[in-house]
């Protein structure tokens, strides 16, 4: 994974870096600074005082896609893990507020992600605000404008990053897919449930209760 476009010398057109960046919706692209050129510095100072978030992809920031209900259930399922953690002293849990740098020139907010204390020596969490971590699991709510080709993307970057496991949530048939590595998924229905596999030891979540619990909100 280049670190910007500079290698990427087949990129012509704007068509070009959408397909690049994985035919994303041209209005999630931001222009300033100019697409190849920014940093995680600029990821931080936009999400620090500006809506909506921006991830960092190739030095190009582009805005993530999720709705109100979407930013609901990510904070449900949120809410799910952190009472298994009380209980599983395991790490910690973080939404999608948390900015992470996979890699050089690449910066990601997973909706929702678990990170064990194997990720943080002496169990110090960073304090500064875009810190080189990569979550144990990673967690997506897909919304209208993702695109196929964009996650299939993400999901790469997560395991090349070394993320160990990746939950994408689908709102609208109230489904999952989950991955353990890139090649591929396991579907999840709503009458079935989630474990954490060797992730999170224990958990274990009906889908169908996490989406009765984010519909009528309590």
């Not at 909506?52 to 799910?80: N, Q, R, T």
């Not at 605000?129 to 404008?145: F, H, K, N, T």
Request: charged content about 25%; proline content about 7%; overall charge negative.
């Amino acid at each position: 994974m280049s670190q910007t476009l500079a290698g990427n010398e087949g990129l012509s057109t704007v068509a070009d870096l959408l397909h690049h960046l994985g035919d994303v919706p041209a209005e999630r692209i931001r222009l300033r600074p100019h697409p190849g050129t920014a940093t995680a510095a600029d990821v931080v100072r936009i999400n620090e005082c500006e809506n909506p978030l921006v991830e960092l992809v190739d030095g190009v920031l582009v805005e993530k896609s999720m709705g109100f209900y979407e930013a609901h259930l990510a904070i449900v399922l949120g809410h799910f893990l952190q009472e298994f953690l009380e209980e599983h002293d395991l790490g910690i849990v973080v939404g999608a507020d948390a900015m992470m740098q996979l890699a050089p020139g690449l910066v990601r907010l997973p909706d929702v992600a678990f990170l064990s204390w194997d990720r943080f020596p002496n169990h110090q969490i960073p304090r500064e605000p875009c810190p080189e971590l990569v979550p144990d699991l990673a967690v997506e709510v897909i919304s209208r404008s993702n695109t196929p080709a964009e996650m299939q993307r993400k999901r790469r970057e997560y395991f090349d990053a070394g993320v160990r496991l990746v939950w994408y949530l689908y709102p609208e048939t109230q489904t999952m897919d989950v991955f353990s590595n890139d090649a591929g998924e396991t579907p999840i229905t709503q009458s079935e449930s989630v474990d954490g596999g060797d992730v999170l030891p224990g958990f274990r979540l009906s889908l169908g209760e996490l989406f009765a619990k984010a519909s009528r909100g309590s």
